[in-house]
């Protein structure tokens, strides 16, 4: 698939480990989010998407890290 930014058809997949803090002051009190997505990068621009799972993004909407 090419990619949505420029075009390019070299894509790779990577594991990664991302923190997510949650915004604003009420985040500094709260613990980060854990989230262990595989990342679809673009080796033309650098462009990089990826999914959170749903219990993560639960997490995030609700405010709350485990």
Known sequence: MACGSCGSERQQEF???INIHLPGIKGLDQP???AF????VCLGCGLTLFTITEAELSLL????AA
Do not use: I, Q
């Not at 909407?61 to 709350?64: D, L, P, S, T």
């Open 32 to 34: 980060a989010v854990w």
């Open 15 to 17: 594991a990664a480990e």
């Open 61 to 64: 909407e609700n405010g709350r």
């Open 37 to 40: 997505p595989k990342l679809e």
